[in-house]
């Protein structure tokens, strides 16, 4: 099983998905998408949720995405942004319950550009 792993990729599409900022219940920002992306991923990775190959196939563009539309605007260097999203990412794995997450990531990587 493949890892989410974060490469810069330049010239991803950065269109804006909603303002920046944790959301619950709202559409999610960018910054909460890649951790929303990263946090399904890990937990399929460790048996907590079952894999989906169409979603895994999806991940990467999707969450560099978010990544680089989070991190170009607010002049964020790619590791500190990175940073960010895996603390995010471990804070959503403790207060968030896995099917929600799955769901949360499915409709980031649903309304990635491209």
Do not use: W
Request: include cysteine; aromatic fraction near 2%.
């Amino acid at each position: 099983m493949n890892r989410f792993l974060v490469l810069a990729l330049p010239g991803l599409a950065l269109a804006a998905c909603s303002p920046a900022g944790p959301a619950i219940g709202k559409a999610d920002s960018h910054i909460e998408c890649a951790a929303l992306i990263s946090a399904a991923d890990h937990m399929m990775a460790d048996g907590t949720l079952a894999p989906d190959t169409d979603f895994q196939s999806k991940i990467l563009v999707s969450a560099m995405t978010h990544l680089n539309a989070y991190a170009i605007p607010e002049g964020i260097s790619e590791m500190d942004a990175l940073a960010a999203v895996n603390t995010r990412r471990d804070e959503l794995r403790t207060i968030v319950a896995p099917e929600q997450i799955l769901e949360r990531a499915k409709a980031c990587v649903a309304k990635t550009p491209g």
